[in-house]
T-cell receptor, first 115, second 114 residues
Framework: NAGVTQTPKFQVLKTGQSMTLQCAQD?????MYWYRQDPGMGLRLIYY???????DKGEVPNGYNVSRLNKREFSLRLESAAPSQTSVYFC??????????????FGPGTRLTVT | KNQVEQSPQSLIILEGKNCTLQ??????????LRWYKQDTGRGPVSLTI?????NTKSNGRYTATLDADTKQSSLHITASQLSDSASYIC?????????????FGTGTKLQVIP
């Protein structure tokens, strides 16, 4: 039982390049989330997916797109990376939407640097 | 605007000592408050979750308290161990039903030294 897995662990991009961060969970959870964590700031929600087939914007969605490929997988895409997107990205999942008292399980994170 | 403020920003304590971390929030309508532990280079892991009606919740050596009237929470760590070295994040949810807005604090970085 791996929980939430993310790939890659580290990535360096040049400004303007694109990439997709992958996330998968094996807990049969309905809801999945993408966060970014920057120094001196709390985690901020980028996008979330309440259930398979649905996605919604979070607090900081600009510059990102997501795909809920199936119940297990939720990917985050940067179409044209900018230095402001240098951050640590965390994927999380929960049985249902976080506010309904269901625990969120986080992946190990992807450390992205955009030069 | 929903805000979660934690203090202190960082803390160094000797192994075996106790410590208390603070969390103040301005979130409405309050739904629940969670404490997470985040080891360096890892994702956060849930320690406790408390709703409006709960004022104490324990998880081993970790005890969280909640005062919904003053909008304050604390996390008390008893008999600290080296493995307690981590960031501790307070997270508050607002709303009722459906997706609730979740606000993360910036965390308290705790270092336990021998």
């Amino acid at each position: 039982n791996a929980g939430v897995t993310q790939t890659p662990k580290f990535q360096v991009l040049k400004t303007g390049q694109s990439m997709t961060l992958q996330c998968a969970q094996d807990m049969n959870h309905n809801s999945m989330y993408w966060y970014r964590q920057d120094p001196g700031m709390g985690l901020r929600l980028i996008y979330y997916s309440a259930s398979e087939g649905t996605t919604d914007k979070g607090e900081v969605p600009n510059g990102y797109n997501v795909s809920r490929l199936n119940k297990r997988e939720f990917s985050l895409r940067l179409e044209s990376a900018a230095p402001s997107q240098t951050s640590v990205y965390f994927c999380a999942s929960s049985e249902a939407l976080a506010g309904d008292f269901y625990e969120q399980y986080f992946g190990p994170g992807t450390r992205l640097t955009v030069t | 605007k929903n805000q979660v403020e934690q203090s202190p920003q960082s803390l160094i304590i000797l192994e075996g000592k106790n410590c208390t971390l603070q969390c103040n929030y301005t979130v409405s309508p309050f739904s629940n408050l969670r404490w997470y532990k985040q080891d360096t280079g890892r994702g956060p892991v849930s320690l406790t979750i408390m709703t409006f009606s709960e004022n104490t919740k324990s998880n081993g050596r970790y005890t969280a308290t909640l005062d919904a009237d003053t909008k304050q929470s604390s996390l008390h760590i008893t008999a600290s161990q080296l493995s307690d070295s981590a960031s501790y994040i307070c997270v508050v949810s607002a709303g009722a039903g459906g997706y609730q807005k979740v606000t993360f604090g910036t965390g308290t970085k705790l270092q336990v030294i021998p």
